[in-house]
């Protein structure tokens, strides 16, 4: 059955000033490739609304990732400790450099990793420690810096849907030793394909800078530090151009007003599915005192896959996009022979058979969002 989309699942949010500030670095600054003006001035925005010591844009939360694996010397061997309910990119980033994702089952309530699995899953080879902020909402980040010092472990904030999302009075992305987010298309804020990493420790700072820079001091150089750049260490080309800085730049100037709409998106879905959660029928993602989150995604949880699977179909032909997400790593064909797991994994198991992904957009109106629900609550009446 074909039906017709009338409410789709994502609809990327353009500002306005998009155009005009590629147009700006083309034509008035003449610099397409990266670190210019537009670069700055997201660096800039970044550090200063979320608090952090060194904001660098990369071309993707992938390459942000990636960044963090080299940063935190993940060698043959080197375990990271991850949860598997998460997008493949958290895993690979560290399994490029030879290192074992070790996943932990999540936590119900939030869908985070279970912080107090983490430190019985430590062993000698314990690098670094992986939390994922899902759906933007923060994990227990002082017992996961707590057992982090105490162990000597590296942490890095999984941030990519966690832009402005806050864990007690900290931006998520400035609390671990580094903050990966992405800007990809699907995301709140966007340029298409884009990421930053957050350093928030200053003894990796320079060497941030060179990884991103190919291997060389050319950061230096620009700014008259050295008076040539030479090869200095092992990088690659992390940098995404002016044009893509361009973009992202007019998107952050827009991003509290960005967020606060989705946030009221978010807030009407939860308002209207409370009956349905009185009466048993579904659950909604749980509210915290110490977190709180950016409208990022709306997910349910259904009473099981067969029920999922249905209520998907059903919002479907009344021409709404809904879908699920992860298939968890630890049962991909990849996960399966490069990662291991750390004790059962039945709540990631039974959550990614039961969530579900509405849609959810800026330019989503309440009737929207009244049209999601009554569907829903249709699909709950007949079955
Ligand atoms: C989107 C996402 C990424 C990857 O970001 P890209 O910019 O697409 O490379 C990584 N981790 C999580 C949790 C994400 O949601």
Not at 101 to 107: A, E, G, K, N, S
Not at 257 to 270: E, G
Not at 293 to 298: A, D, E, M, P, T
Request: glycine share 8%.
């Amino acid at each position: 059955m074909s039906q017709k989309i009338s409410t789709p699942f994502n609809k990327p949010f353009i500002v306005g000033k998009e155009l005009s500030y590629i147009a700006q670095a083309v034509l008035v600054e003449s610099r397409t490739a990266g670190d210019g003006v537009f670069t700055r001035k997201c660096h800039d925005w970044l550090e200063k609304h979320l608090g952090c010591k060194k904001a660098l844009l990369t071309h993707s939360g992938t390459a942000a990732l990636e960044m963090a694996a080299i940063l935190c010397d993940i060698g043959p061997g080197d375990e990271v400790i991850m949860p598997s309910f998460t997008f493949v990119s958290t895993a690979n980033a560290f399994v490029l450099r030879g290192g074992v994702p070790v996943f932990v089952d999540i936590r119900p309530d939030t869908l985070n990793m279970d912080e107090k699995l983490i430190e019985g899953t430590i062993t000698s080879k314990t690098k670094a420690i992986v939390p994922v902020h899902y759906a933007g909402k923060s994990c227990e980040m002082d017992e996961i810096m707590a057992v982090a010092k105490k162990h000597g472990l590296m942490v890095i904030e999984d941030a990519a849907q966690a832009l402005l999302s806050s864990w007690k009075d900290r931006y998520l992305g400035t609390v671990g030793h580094f903050g990966c987010f992405s800007f990809h298309e699907t995301k709140n804020i966007i340029s298409g394909e884009g990421g930053a990493l957050l350093v928030n420790d200053d003894r990796f700072i320079q060497r941030a800078e060179i990884i991103r820079e190919k291997g060389t001091d050319r950061s230096r150089f620009f700014r008259g530090e050295v008076d040539k750049y030479t090869w200095q260490d092992i990088g690659s080309s992390y940098l995404p151009s002016e044009l893509t800085a361009a973009f992202l730049f007019a998107q952050l100037e827009e991003a509290e007003k960005i967020i606060a709409k989705r946030r009221h998106i978010y807030a009407c879905y939860l308002e209207r599915f409370w009956p349905l959660v009185q009466a048993g029928r579904i659950q909604i993602p749980s509210i915290s005192e110490d977190s709180t989150g950016n409208g990022h995604l709306c997910y349910i949880l259904t009473g099981g896959l067969k029920e999922r699977n249905a209520l998907m179909g059903h919002l479907q032909s009344d021409g709404i996009k809904a879908i699920f997400h992860y298939v968890p790593l630890h049962s991909s064909p990849a996960g399966r022979r490069l990662c291991r797991t750390s004790g059962d994994m039945i709540v990631t198991d039974d959550i990614s058979d039961r969530l579900l992904r509405l849609p959810l957009y800026y330019d989503m109106t309440e009737d929207d969002v009244s049209h999601v629900v009554e569907s829903v609550y249709e699909f709950y009446r007949q079955s």
